[in-house]
């Protein structure tokens, strides 16, 4: 959302700086930026921003350390937003950062293409939603071996939570798959309803707990 206070984490300095710049031409307040893991944490308990982008792979190894990063930041604020922009698929680190709660993006940096859908999908991780790149849907659900938990969806169902997946709202989905609003919000109360989570609990952001029941098979 513009206004949102905006730290980014990652070892590219030309990255950084070219992000920082579009944030901020798009509204946004870039506070801080980090080139590491420790230096973001240290940023985040300074500024309490309330948007993180981070990359996965920083230094000193160049491994997960944006990843364990976010899972710090997220477990001292679970209300902040964490958009991890990355060249590479981490799928159980993924599913577990998606686990932790909405506000939460994960974007491939080679498959941004248009700057409006990227600055909108931080607008949305800001406004407190969920946002997943289809190509990460598609390496999570190759990754499901030992259990389908679509088992009792129909194929229109299985569309609908895909369509879920990529973080679309009811209205979305409808456009995509021309059909109405109350169609797919029929559809949705199914697919919840097939995968055990029911409406009594409107603070378990259900939506992103069927996502994970859809991506995660142990």
Not at 54 to 63: A, G, K, Q, S
Not at 151 to 176: F, H, K, P
């Amino acid at each position: 959302m513009p206004g949102t206070r905006v730290i980014i984490a990652d070892d590219d300095v030309l990255l950084r700086e070219g992000l920082a710049s579009l944030l901020t031409q798009s509204g946004f307040d870039v506070v801080a930026q980090a080139p590491d893991a420790s230096r973001l944490l240290e940023l985040a308990g300074e500024h309490r921003p309330g948007l993180l982008i981070i990359d996965i792979r920083m230094p000193p190894t160049h491994t997960l350390e944006g990843l364990e990063a976010a899972t710090a930041v997220r477990a001292a604020d679970p209300f902040i937003g964490i958009v991890v922009l990355s060249s590479y698929v981490e799928v159980q680190h993924a599913i577990e950062l998606l686990g932790s709660g909405p506000r939460i993006g994960y974007l491939l940096k080679q498959r941004v293409t248009m700057v409006q859908d990227f600055v909108a999908s931080l607008e949305r991780v800001a406004g407190g939603e969920s946002v997943i790149d289809p190509a990460l849907v598609q390496e999570l659900v190759r990754a499901q071996r030992s259990k389908d938990p679509l088992g009792d969806l129909t194929a229109r169902e299985r569309e609908v939570l895909s369509l879920m997946a990529q973080g679309r709202s009811n209205v979305g989905i409808a456009r995509v798959l021309h059909v109405s609003e109350g169609t797919v919000e029929k559809h949705v109360h199914r697919i919840l309803a097939k995968l055990g989570l029911g409406d009594d609990d409107a603070s378990a952001h259900r939506r992103v707990l069927a996502v994970i029941a859809f991506l995660d098979a142990a």
